[in-house]
């Protein structure tokens, strides 16, 4: 049954390193068959009301894609050419809806001027069950040009 449910498409920007201006760069990945929930909000501020989003992504890591699922820990550990097979997601990261191709050489400002985007605050991997279900977790906001 949770599996009819895992119909959306997702794409993580990973950030793997800075470059010597100190702007993130970033990997990509197309996530699919994924379900992506999401709850809209607003936080009070000085200036008034902003808009205040948070997410749960479950991402089956078996059905989600070509690349297979390695933990943070495991993927700072491999070699290169390793992880070109693998894909990961931690803290910190951005995730936006659907499949969206921006260039990053500019950092993330691009993308956070042309499409929602979220923040990864937090992932879970679920190792009980045959199903191999990582729930992610973060909170955005909508960012306009």
Known sequence: MFKRMMKSTVTVYHKSGEDVNGRGIYEK????NVR?????SVRPTDTGLLPYNSF???VNTKTCGELI???KNDYAAMTESARKKCWTVKEGDMITMGETDFSLDGGADEIKKKCEIFTVYSVT???LTAAEIIEISGRGR???Q
């Not at 990945?29 to 699919?32: D, N």
């Not at 992506?36 to 809209?40: N, S, V």
Request: charged share 40%; aromatic share 24%; net charge positive.
């Open 142 to 144: 909508m960012l306009y």
């Open 56 to 58: 749960k992504l479950y």
């Open 125 to 127: 991997a679920d190792r």
């Open 29 to 32: 990945y197309i996530l699919k």
């Open 36 to 40: 992506f929930e999401r709850k809209e």
């Open 69 to 71: 699922y390695a933990q």
